[in-house]
């Protein structure tokens, strides 16, 4: 882009007319229009200004395509994944205070003869609620990248970063609350004995271990929000993911069948557990470990791309 190319992409970028930007540095509109069209030369006393005006560099002005240094967000790729993250934590963050609900409730109402089913009940109500999230964001994001499978990476270097340091914070708070936990549940395992009367009908392991998981809920929440903005950012990933010769393409759908596998199964055994020995607490001890295998089949699997 030429001197007059730059200037006249910046005033229409800012939605600036000839005659506004004209006033501004006190010359005529004729003189804008010429500069514009590469006529004449602004003197250095109005390269200033000008630079001044669109918050740009001298250099920038003069010798780069100043307009690379300002791509848009034409898909609304940004928007779409803030929803998106949103959503998702959101499920997640439910089923997991489902899990923590279900567990005060068997500590509190232990004496209840049906309080295994009416907390399984309960969890599946919280499972169905959270669920739709789930789908409809998968139906929703597979339309968005079938209609743009390339973005133009639009993010300063300025955000990327601004970004990071949030996601330090987040990721830090995230594993500080877990520790946090950790020492609470070791306290108060010592502790709500001595408290709780002999008779009480309260059974304390559950109500120690439902305080323990409302915060996992909230760690966990933390991170998969964390984590989707950062893949939001990560722009080369998201376009590499959605090229079909790729090997990060070919990488993710083998790690989204197996992970999907591996998490069908889980609820398989859930739900067999849940309706024939009505063991419908042992959620945790089933969705654990068979959500630290999809994150370790995802680590096997991509631990040789070097695309990125």
């Not at 232990?110 to 789908?135: C, K, Q, R, W, Y």
């Not at 990327?160 to 549940?185: A, R, S, Y």
């Not at 790690?255 to 024939?276: D, H, K, N, P, Q």
Request: net charge negative; aromatic share 12%.
């Amino acid at each position: 882009m030429s001197l007059g190319e730059n200037i006249q992409f910046l005033r229409k970028k800012d939605n600036i007319t000839q005659e506004q930007l004209a006033e501004m540095l006190e010359v005529s509109r004729q003189s804008v229009s010429k500069w514009e069209s590469d006529a004449t030369y602004p003197e250095m006393d109005k390269l200033l200004q000008i630079s001044s005006v669109f918050h740009c560099t001298l250099d920038d002005l003069i010798r780069t395509d100043i307009s690379t240094q300002y791509i848009e967000d034409n898909a609304h790729y940004d928007a779409f994944w803030n929803k998106a993250s949103k959503k998702i934590t959101f499920g997640v963050g439910l089923i997991l205070f489902g899990l923590s609900f279900i567990l005060f409730l068997n500590a509190v109402f232990s004496n209840i003869s049906f309080i295994d089913e009416l907390s399984g009940m309960i969890f599946i109500i919280f499972v169905t609620i959270a669920v739709p999230f789930f789908i409809i964001t998968g139906i929703q994001s597979d339309h968005f990248t079938r209609k743009h499978p390339y973005i133009e990476d639009f993010y300063s270097e300025e955000e990327k970063e601004k970004f990071h340091q949030k996601f330090i914070v987040m990721i830090t708070t995230g594993v500080i609350l877990i520790l946090i936990g950790i020492i609470l549940m070791i306290g108060l395992t010592e502790m709500i004995p001595d408290l709780i009367n002999e008779n009480s009908i309260i059974q304390t392991d559950d109500l120690i271990a439902s305080f323990f998981l409302l915060i996992i809920t909230i760690s966990v929440s933390l991170f998969v929000y964390a984590g989707m903005q950062n893949g939001k950012y990560n722009i080369k990933h998201y376009n590499l993911m959605h090229d079909h010769d790729s090997v990060t393409y070919k990488n993710d759908k083998k790690t989204g069948m197996i992970c999907a596998c591996l998490m069908m199964t889980a609820t398989i055994i859930y739900l067999i557990l849940g309706f024939v020995w009505n063991m419908w607490y042992i959620a945790p001890a089933i969705f654990a470990p068979f959500g630290i295998a999809c994150g370790i089949v995802s680590i096997i699997i991509n631990r040789n791309n070097n695309e990125e």
